[in-house]
């Protein structure tokens, strides 16, 4: 019996080519978001981490999603805070940040299977309709 051989671990350079892109054209601009790697997300969270008066560690969430979807809009360059962005703008950006760095990742062969359409208002009493 022939010993089973370990896949060598990945470096940190394999994986150059992997990272999500997404192009949003947003009010006659189109903008371009990357994925961050995990060193960048990590140096993020420390950034927007401070301590409270009883000395516990919090991280300010709002902060984190700015510099992240500052971070991650590689084009074009967004101002540190989102500074003057009209706010819509901004809102939307984050969002797309978010999907781009924290979406479900596919599996290698799954099917495709697309979520299912969420109508917007209340739902329906059974019986209604």
Known sequence: ?????????????????????KIVSLRG???KLRELD?????????LATSK?????EMVDNQLLRKLMTVKTCVSPRLPDGMAGM?????????VVAQEVNYGVEP?????????????????????EG
Do not use: C, H, W
Request: aromatic content about 6%; glycine content about 8%; proline content about 9%.
């Open 29 to 31: 601009r189109e903008y």
């Open 38 to 46: 995990v060193s960048t997300y990590d140096e993020l969270v420390q």
């Open 107 to 127: 599996e290698d062969g799954a099917k495709d299977e697309k979520a299912p359409d969420i109508e917007e208002g209340e739902p329906e009493e059974e019986g």
């Open 1 to 21: 019996m022939s010993p089973v051989k370990t896949p060598k671990s990945p470096k940190a350079g394999d994986y150059s080519d992997e990272f999500v892109e």
């Open 86 to 94: 009209p706010m819509r703008l901004a809102n939307k950006l984050t």
């Open 52 to 56: 409270n008066d009883a000395g516990d």
